[in-house]
């Protein structure tokens, strides 16, 4: 993982989009590389980083599964194309549980789907640079499901970029990603948002509208 603590804060999403974007360019830009965005808020960065290195946008839906009884504490997560991530916390609940777990998600997926990309498939990825973009890594859960969708499509280079991480996230993502691509690796991390002075919540109409108006959904 590349990444330094050195103190700095992003404005907003913008801000971050356009600094990670600048340090990918280099090596990505105009290399018809598919910029895979993590909603929501990977959206809005993922859409500067796709217009600094001229590739394409669009969003890959992966949701956190629940632990019961605890809903905001997540023990994995699941892609849309039913690729599943089960974290050691998850590990402890039993195979149906689980496979509840992931049915109730998939339902919300397919919603998302449908708004977001209005029902298509993905982009086809194969032998293509794939950029998997998110506003920050926390725990990875989201992201792991989503390189494994990614590894399934034969793509010549699987890429994690991301404004924000701390050292430890699943290890699915090293395993799994060519290059993990971090601009701050905070000494001491607790949250995504410590990084940033703005981080309001996207709204869906704000994940839409970056959607719409990136160049590559002309």
């Known amino acids: ?22 340090r990918l360019s280099g090596k990505f830009k105009n290399k018809n590389a ?16 796709a217009k600094i290195i001229n590739g394409e946008l669009s969003v890959a839906i992966s949701k956190k599964l629940p632990y019961p009884g605890q809903p ?18 998850g590990k402890r609940l039993g195979e149906s549980t689980i496979k509840t777990l992931i049915e109730d998600r998939l339902q919300e997926i397919k919603r998302r789907i449908l708004e977001y990309r209005n029902g298509k498939p993905l982009p086809n990825m194969k032998n293509r640079t794939v950029i998997i973009v998110d506003d920050g890594i926390a725990t990875g859960s989201t992201i792991a499901p989503i390189l494994q969708l990614c590894r399934k499509q034969d793509v010549s280079e699987l890429i994690v970029a991301a404004p924000v991480s701390g050292r430890n996230y699943a290890e699915l993502i090293d395993e799994l990603a060519d290059e993990v691509i971090v601009l701050e690796v ?4 607790s949250a995504v948002g410590q990084v940033y002075d703005d981080f309001h919540q996207n709204t869906d ?3 839409i509208s970056f959607l719409q108006k990136s160049p590559s959904s002309k």
């Open 72 to 89: 905001e504490l997540g023990c994995g997560a699941v892609a849309e194309d039913g690729s599943v991530y089960v974290s050691a916390l």
């Open 186 to 189: 905070p000494r001491t991390y």
């Open 205 to 207: 109409d704000e994940v």
């Open 1 to 22: 993982m590349y990444g330094n603590d050195t103190g700095r804060n992003f404005a907003n999403r913008q801000d971050a989009g356009i600094q990670l974007g600048q």
């Open 34 to 49: 598919l910029v895979l965005a993590i909603p929501r808020g990977g959206v809005e960065v993922a859409y500067h980083v």
